[in-house]
């Protein structure tokens, strides 16, 4: 078992250690049929694209693209902001690429002050009061409203660092037909958190997360979770060569 298309790797644009061409490389190695460049939103300290650079960073997608006949999607992986679910990216921006993900980074900036004590509490609810019951309901409910208010194609990571209702996010994924990412990198969702998101008919990417060249298209975790659970790719949209269509317009 394993992935045609990784749909989540980073690059030197934010903080991988790779160029797009190097995870190009790494991608064709593998045999994976395409890979997506989704580097930070802007309001990751100091790492995050501004969307100013899109266009730039379409060129270089475009021309390796071009080189090694390869499928390249340009993307990004948005920061959920607040516990509104706003994202750091907006429709226009967003127009200008292929695939949209978003996910918690504790780190990004937020949008008002009253929102750096709402999300970024995680950390202290979960690892110092050890009581994080309300802080989940406040997080599933960001991610909740991120994907019905926002054309988000992939949620990454989630449950990385947080406390989520995989239920509840499956069942906003499965009417809003997001794909759930179960992330390699990040071993998440666990395998009883899978279950409970594939009950509601949500669907699967399963994802490398890449930093490096090297662990393009790798997801050694989730492919266990994926085969102890039987998933296919009924399920697991990147487990065939069956088209996948993205919300705007891409069909890879
Ligand atoms: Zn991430
Ligand atoms: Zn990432």
Redesign the pocket.
């Known amino acids: 078992m394993n992935i045609t298309a990784d749909f989540?790797s980073?690059t030197r644009y934010s903080h991988g250690t790779g160029t797009v061409e190097d995870n190009v490389v790494a991608a064709m190695s593998l045999g994976l049929r395409a890979l997506a460049i989704?580097d930070h939103g802007e309001r990751h300290p100091l790492i995050g694209v501004k969307p100013s650079e899109f266009d730039a960073m379409r060129r270089d997608v475009t021309a390796v693209a071009k080189e090694y006949r390869f499928r390249v999607l340009l993307g990004i992986?948005a920061n959920i902001l607040s516990p509104r679910g706003e994202i750091d990216l907006s429709d226009e921006d967003a127009a200008k690429l292929d695939i949209v993900l978003a996910g918690f980074h504790l780190t990004a900036y937020p949008l008002k002050f009253r929102d750096l004590f709402a999300l970024p509490l995680n950390a202290l609810t979960r690892y110092v009061c050890k009581n994080s019951a309300k802080q989940k309901v406040v997080n599933t409910e960001a991610l909740v409203r991120a994907v019905t208010e926002h054309d988000i194609d992939v949620i990454?990571h989630p449950g990385f660092r947080i406390d989520v209702d995989f239920k509840a996010l499956g069942e906003a994924c499965a009417a809003t037909g997001t794909y759930v990412e179960l992330s390699s990198r990040h071993k998440t969702p666990d395998l009883k958190g899978v279950e409970q998101i594939i009950d509601t008919g949500a669907k699967i990417l399963i994802n490398s997360?890449a930093h490096k060249p090297v662990n393009v298209g790798k997801c050694g975790y989730a492919l266990q979770i994926a085969e102890t659970l039987g998933l296919d790719d009924t399920v697991v949209a990147n487990l065939s060569d069956k088209p996948i269509v993205f919300r705007r317009g891409a069909v890879v």
């Open positions: 989540h980073h989704t992986e990454t997360d």
